[in-house]
């Protein structure tokens, strides 16, 4: 009974391929969001969807789009992926975007560009 | 611009307590959370305080200054387990999460 999971865990692909990231919650969540870890540990957001509208959208190249085709899914995806694009992307949902509440996050997509 | 400092890694030895500060600075302020990270994992939830004072959860306690913008995670009976990364993060006034680096929690026997 996963509450947020993600496909796929790994990811190894070369540059210039475009791919995607799938994302799913059964929690009954209004909003969820897209994060990226880098080597260095910072969580950086990239993207928040509350009830399929994109409320957050921070600067992130244009090579990084989502969708959501409904609430409970938020997918990536990644045109020319660049050397500097490997990275942990992590999902995450709460109830709703005033975010008092925590945010579940999904287990992590390791991606490495070659 | 909106900071959150951590320090990077402690040490700290299996049944002793363990103290991990965060000092933070955002544009407007709607509490902060504390969670941890194990090695290859997803961050789960420890902890909310948007309220000065002390929160006790079980081995683990955070505490809050909003005046000082400063907050800690106690952990005490420290276990293997507990090797981790612990991560602060501040809720601004957009309830956008500002995330600092984490601190490595290493514990030894």
């Known amino acids: 009974d996963t509450a947020v999971s993600q496909t796929p865990k790994y990811l190894v692909t070369q540059m210039g391929n475009d791919k995607s990231i799938k994302c799913e919650q059964n929690?009954?969540?209004?909003?969820m969001y897209w994060y990226k870890q880098d080597s260095k540990k910072f969580l950086k957001i990239m993207f928040s969807?509350?009830?399929?509208?994109?409320?957050i959208n921070e600067t992130v190249p244009n090579r990084f789009s989502p969708k959501s085709p409904d609430k409970a899914h938020l997918n990536l995806h990644i045109n020319s992926l660049e050397l500097g694009d490997s990275a942990v992307y992590f999902c995450?949902?709460?109830?709703?975007?005033?975010?008092?509440?925590?945010?579940?996050f999904g287990p992590g997509t390791r991606l490495t560009v070659l | 611009g909106q900071n959150i400092d951590q320090p990077t890694e402690m040490t700290a030895t299996e049944g002793a307590i363990v103290q991990i500060n965060c000092t933070y600075q955002?544009?407007?302020?709607?509490?902060l959370f504390w969670y941890q990270q194990h090695a290859g994992e997803a961050p789960t939830f420890l902890s909310y305080?948007?309220l000065d004072g002390l929160e006790e959860k079980g081995r683990f306690s955070s505490f809050l200054s909003r005046s000082k913008g400063y907050s800690y995670l106690l952990l005490k009976e420290l276990q293997m387990k507990d090797s981790a990364s612990y991560l602060c993060?501040?809720?601004?006034?957009?309830?956008?999460?500002?995330w600092g680096a984490g601190t490595k929690l290493i514990i030894k026997p």
């Open positions: 305080n948007v």
């Open positions: 929690l009954g969540h209004d909003t």
């Open positions: 955002t544009s407007g302020f709607n509490g």
């Open positions: 995450a949902s709460s109830p709703d975007p005033g975010s008092y509440n925590e945010q579940f």
């Open positions: 969807y509350n009830n399929k509208e994109l409320i």
């Open positions: 993060a501040g809720l601004d006034s957009n309830y956008q999460l500002i």
